[in-house]
């Protein structure tokens, strides 16, 4: 089953719900109303990765999210932190993070893979190519997808020979990050070749621009999170280890309907090729 990690950004700028979590006592409680949801990951973080956002220090990272970890590690909580700072990555892990996501797969900062190796935390490593102020400069390819899959080769490679174990890796596309529109869909479509990396595989596209595109003109940013449930479904129904989502509730309605027609599916029809359901040989009456 697909694990949903609920975004908890305690930053005052971040892109879709920068603000709103910012004190620590928020930022808690939003927490727990996530888990209460159906979280299963909380992931939290410090440093807005939108693009053009301004870069926050790892001390002054660490001051908004460890107090935030810390307590909700306490109350029995799954917490990712999402950071690309090393030392960042080292205090979330003794302030009882389970999982290091860091949106640069190891680029940003080379003492990422060591920590990463000496805590023995699971690791995200997300495909990036550049800190968000240049991010938007940088999404050329040839076809996205075996693009980034070398790209993430190239990472996976790095971070092994750092001494990160493969069975603590998953891969992550990066939709948002230094993708035009058509490459985020592209790499949504053909989810599945990512599975010749042989690493479980996220997907974050809880309410990013590029979803604007399936809403009437001058949606607000909350009316993302329907297209967002729907693409945690394809994501799940592709495989997906998780789905990293602002609007945890929503998913979890999602997969839940999924899983109830998993779960009804006669073992004969199972692996039904998508063909045999095309609109077009639907009749009407
Ligand atoms: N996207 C954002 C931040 N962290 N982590 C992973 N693994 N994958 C993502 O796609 C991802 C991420 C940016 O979104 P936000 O500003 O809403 O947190």
Do not use: C
């Amino acid at each position: 089953m697909t694990l949903i990690m609920g975004v908890l950004n305690v930053t005052p700028d971040s892109f879709s719900d920068g603000g709103r979590w910012a004190s620590t006592d928020a930022a808690i409680e939003h927490g727990l109303l996530l888990h209460a949801q159906g979280a299963d990951l909380i992931d939290v973080g410090g440093e807005s990765t939108r693009p053009g956002a301004a870069r926050v220090s790892p001390e002054q990272e660490q001051r908004r999210i460890i107090p935030v970890v810390t307590e909700l590690a306490r109350q029995g909580l799954r917490l990712s932190i999402d950071t690309f700072n090393s030392a960042t990555a080292r205090a979330a892990a003794t302030a009882g993070a389970s999982v290091i996501n860091d949106v640069s797969g190891g680029l940003a900062d080379p003492g990422m893979g060591a920590v990463a190796a000496e805590t023995g935390l699971t690791y995200v490593a997300m495909h990036w190519r550049a800190h968000a102020q240049q991010m938007d400069t940088l999404a050329d390819y040839g076809d996205v997808v075996t693009d980034v899959i070398a790209e993430l080769r190239t990472r996976v490679d790095a971070l092994t020979r750092a001494g990160v174990g493969r069975e603590r890796i998953v891969l992550d596309p990066g939709l948002g990050f230094s993708k035009k529109t058509e490459h985020n869909w592209q790499l949504l479509a053909r989810l599945d070749a990512f599975a010749e990396l042989g690493l479980p595989v996220m997907v974050g596209a809880s309410r990013k621009r590029f979803l604007a595109g399936v809403l009437p003109n001058g949606a607000a940013l909350p009316d993302r999170d329907l297209p967002t449930a729907v693409v945690s479904v394809l994501a799940a129904q592709a495989g997906a280890w998780a789905v990293r989502v602002h609007d945890v509730a929503a998913t979890r309605t999602a997969l839940n309907v999924l899983a109830s027609v998993q779960r009804s599916t006669p073992h004969r029809a199972q692996g039904l090729p998508h063909s045999a359901v095309r609109p077009s040989q639907w009749t009407h009456d």
